[in-house]
């Protein structure tokens, strides 16, 4: 026998036919082409496999045999005799009835059942099922086309590779495995209609822009072109229907949202809403705007069905905590112990105007009604107010419902940031993540790891992209937008909405610098970038009517604020009038703090520094040594506003300032945080701490935190901030006096300081926030006629409602007693471990379960 030798790779062949094919695959000639489609192939077996896809059933043998490999079985020599001729070249190629290719050429074909079972002959193998799998795939799919199929073909070299010819060079590796295994692993997907393939989009008509109805002509086929449609000619006669197809298959969603800011007050004031927090309905109410009945905010049996449609179904599936919940939680769907009735829910409401809307007052209540207000917004401020309610019903219903509300609050902030839901749609959902995470402060219901602060980086970030933070980055706010209104109703409530998506955006800032400095980490809002627009006057806020409103203007009352914006070395804070009101002050607290909490993460975070000060890593730092100057100004320029307002503002100030000269990673780790190793390392850091000036600032900060704590109000609302500067007050200067050495013989007499008494911070000035690195006794000061500074430059004694503060055990146990008492009776937050903390460290023998 004769070998034939390859003349590019010098392999050698016995059989004529080997020899030829091994030869195509160098020189990529395909000399079998597929008289339907024009498709070329370089073998007679895998241009005899594709024949098979052009016709509805099998064909049966009817003519003699052409010759073809010795693999071929006789079912498929048979159809390549009935449906092939042999060239004068003697090439195989296939040939079709035009009628019948015709047909192929118009009508679809439909995938059949597939049979995996190898014919007679043939060896039962892996790659010749692989084979017979990829034949029929390709018929699942929409017919190509044939331009594309060409590109296709010459760049993965489909008409190249076999799938049944046997490598001469390579051992079986798979074992054999059965037939109706692979056809399990291999079988074609069923759903190619509805999920399609890139190629499928291409060859669909229902994408293209031009109108294909008319087949193309069999050259236009062949050419791999089209033929275009003669009566487009510009783009006014393409049909409409064709772009709605393309909306169907576009493949990302429909932006409805865009950058919020960028036209948020327009949005807000034209929207049909009363208020902001309202949902659309086709309703018509006769009652005014938050009444109904004997209801003060319409909360009747109505609305509480339709909160019941919201929640109630899902409530079943919700039953983590159960073994915590009373009896009423294994009460029936559908009774009434099942769902809170209309009278509790309006209490509900009730009490959460009169004690949480005074903390951050966003939704204006002369507008406000509970059957307009969208149903996650309505549902957490009941369930505020059941917290507040403290009931054994109404708290075990919220812990049960808690995972539920956050994750309807999820799903929301998912809509938001996709921006599939309209502004005023993405306004209530910044304004429901805002009251949910004020719930789970108040609660302290365990929820998934990370869920919380996943909800409050999720609602900070989306709010960020769209710009709420960056006021003159949007829209300008002007008389322009009111005076386009002339109806003095419809004004009203265009502005009051305006105002409540201001102070929606301040309250959106205080509670990222609540979670940032309660979770010490790094703000999620950029501090540096901050812009936002003051709130008006509480009072014109409230206005009850139009003609109120009117009133008020007249008399003064602005309805346009400034923007203020982040305060930095070159930037001072902006000058507020003596008649601020709480939400604005903290408003510019809030980006003080903010600043504060991003220096100290990106700065000391993890790795405490000598001598343990941050005011002395911040002077080394371009961005933060503004930090200490900026407290200043604040005492400064605010210090009647301070006096002035509820406590809540002076504490957040007292929190900043005792930060800025005790790192309170220290204390934490030194109250037991991390176990006993680093607590004992801790407690030497605070020992070397405690004799600096900045030790004795801070501890005349935490001593005002007490006293403005213990002397507020029962009018005066707590925010949760006060609650834990209390915890880290008590930290300090507990530590602080349990590990101080006592003063010298020739300071003790002469210096000594109240704690509780009243301090002139304008007359301390820098005093401990520049002086941090001279340990008491190393350096002569000079003499000043204030005790406060004289005992922050030299040291002294400290009294305590006229008892002097010795160092150790027994002082730090009476001040730490002090401050967890007051957190216990702090009210309506969760501060009941940081109680618990503090009474442990005080080694205090009792039930404090």
């Not at 019948?100 to 079972?117: G, K, N, Y």
């Not at 265009?494 to 940032?516: M, N």
């Not at 005792?658 to 030497?684: H, N, V, Y």
Request: charged share 20%; aromatic share 8%.
């Amino acid at each position: 026998m004769v070998l034939k030798k390859c003349n590019i790779c010098d392999r050698r062949f016995k059989k004529t036919e080997h020899f030829k094919r091994h030869e195509r695959s160098h020189t990529k000639e395909k000399p079998y082409e597929c008289n339907v489609c024009h498709k070329r192939f370089s073998r007679s077996d895998v241009l005899s496999r594709h024949a098979k896809g052009h016709n509805a059933a099998p064909s049966s043998a009817t003519n003699g045999v052409v010759k073809t490999d010795q693999h071929h079985t006789s079912s498929t020599q048979a159809y390549d005799q009935q449906h092939s001729r042999v060239n004068g070249n003697g090439q195989f190629i296939p040939s079709v009835n035009p009628v019948d290719a015709q047909q192929a050429q118009i009508v679809r074909f439909m995938p059949r059942e597939i049979s995996l079972t190898t014919p007679d002959g043939l060896p039962s193998s892996s790659l010749d099922c692989l084979a017979d799998i990829s034949a029929h795939q390709a018929r699942t799919h929409t017919q190509l086309n044939p331009m594309v199929m060409d590109h296709q073909q010459a760049y993965l070299g489909w008409g190249d590779v076999t799938a049944t010819e046997p490598s001469p060079y390579r051992a079986p590796v798979f074992g054999p495995v059965p037939n109706d295994i692979l056809q399990f692993w291999l079988e074609p997907r069923g759903d190619t209609t509805s999920n399609p393939s890139p190629i499928d989009l291409m060859s669909d008509s229902s994408v293209g822009l031009v109108d294909d109805q008319a087949p193309a002509s069999p050259r236009a086929r062949q050419n791999g072109h089209s033929a275009e449609n003669p009566s487009i000619q510009s783009p006014s006669n393409i049909p409409s229907e064709r772009f709605a197809r393309v909306q169907r298959y576009w493949l990302t969603p429909t932006n409805n949202t865009g950058r919020l800011m960028n036209t948020l007050w327009g949005d807000v004031a034209t929207c049909s809403l009363d208020n902001i927090l309202g949902v659309y309905s086709g309703q018509s109410f006769n009652s005014p705007p938050g009444l109904s009945g004997d209801l003060r905010y319409g909360l009747d049996e109505e609305c509480r069905q339709n909160l019941l449609a919201t929640f109630g179904q899902a409530r079943r599936s919700t039953s983590n905590d159960a073994s915590n919940a009373p009896r009423m939680s294994e009460a029936p769907f559908g009774s009434p112990q099942a769902f809170p009735p209309a009278e509790i829910l309006d209490m509900a409401l009730d009490l959460y105007f009169r004690n949480f809307q005074p903390l951050i007052p966003f939704i204006h209540i002369p507008t406000f009604s509970a059957k307009r207000t969208r149903s996650p917004v309505l549902y957490v401020m009941c369930m505020i107010g059941m917290i507040i309610l403290g009931t054994k019903g109404t708290t075990a219903f919220v812990s049960k419902n808690f995972n539920l509300v956050l994750d309807k609050i999820t799903e929301e902030l998912a809509k938001c940031a996709a921006g599939s839901e309209n502004p005023v749609g993405t306004v209530s959902t910044f304004a429901a993540a805002l009251l949910f995470l004020n719930l789970a402060a108040m609660t302290g219901v365990e929820s998934p790891p990370l869920t919380r602060e996943a909800i409050n980086a999720n609602s900070h970030q989306t709010a960020q992209r769209h710009g709420l933070f960056a006021a003159t980055e949007g829209q300008i706010l002007d008389m322009s937008l009111y005076e386009a209104i002339p109806d003095v109703d419809e004004r009203w409530k265009a502005w009051s909405k305006v105002e409540s998506v201001k102070r929606l955006i301040i309250g959106l800032l205080l509670l990222d610098s609540w979670y940032s400095s309660f979770l010490s980490t790094s703000p999620i809002i950029v501090p540096e970038a901050i812009q936002f627009i003051l709130p008006c006057d509480g009072a014109i806020f409230d206005a009850k009517n139009a003609m109120h409103w009117m009133q008020l203007i007249r008399v003064g009352k602005r309805i346009l604020m400034p923007t203020v914006v982040a305060p930095s070395e070159n930037v001072d804070l902006p000058a507020l009038d003596n008649s601020v009101d709480g939400l604005c002050m903290h408003g510019v607290l809030a980006m003080v703090q903010l600043r504060l909490c991003e220096a100290y993460h990106r700065l000391l975070s993890n790795r405490a520094n000598y001598p343990f000060a941050p005011c002395h890593t911040y002077a080394m730092d371009g961005r933060a040594r503004c930090l200490p100057t900026l407290q200043l100004q604040i005492a400064d320029k605010y210090r009647e506003a301070l006096e002035r307002l509820n406590p809540n503002a002076v504490v957040m100030w007292h929190n900043m300032c005792m930060t800025l000269t005790a790192d309170i990673q220290i204390f934490e780790l030194a109250a037991g945080r991390s176990g006993p190793l680093p607590a004992r390392k801790a407690l030497d850091d605070i020992a070397v701490w405690s004799q600096t000036p900045a030790a004795r600032r801070s501890c005349l900060h935490a001593a005002q935190i007490y006293k403005a704590m213990i002397n507020r109000k029962t009018s005066d609302h707590t925010m949760f901030h006060s609650m834990l500067a209390l915890f880290t007050a008590a930290l300090v200067l507990g530590l602080y006096t349990f590990m101080a050495p006592r003063p010298p013989e020739t300071t003790a007499g002469c210096i000594s300081v109240e704690l509780l008494d009243d301090v002139d911070w304008q007359q301390v000035g820098r005093e401990g926030f520049t002086s941090f690195m001279e340990p008491r006794g190393n350096h002569a000061f000079t003499a000043s006629n204030n005790s406060t500074v004289n005992f922050i430059r030299n040291g002294g004694t400290l009294y305590l409602r006229g008892i002097p503060v010795q160092g150790g055990y027994q002082s730090a146990r009476r001040i730490l007693l002090d401050y967890a008492g007051l957190l216990k009776d702090s009210g309506k937050w969760s501060v009941r471990k940081f109680s618990h903390v503090l009474h442990i460290m005080s080694d205090v023998l009792m039930d404090i379960e």
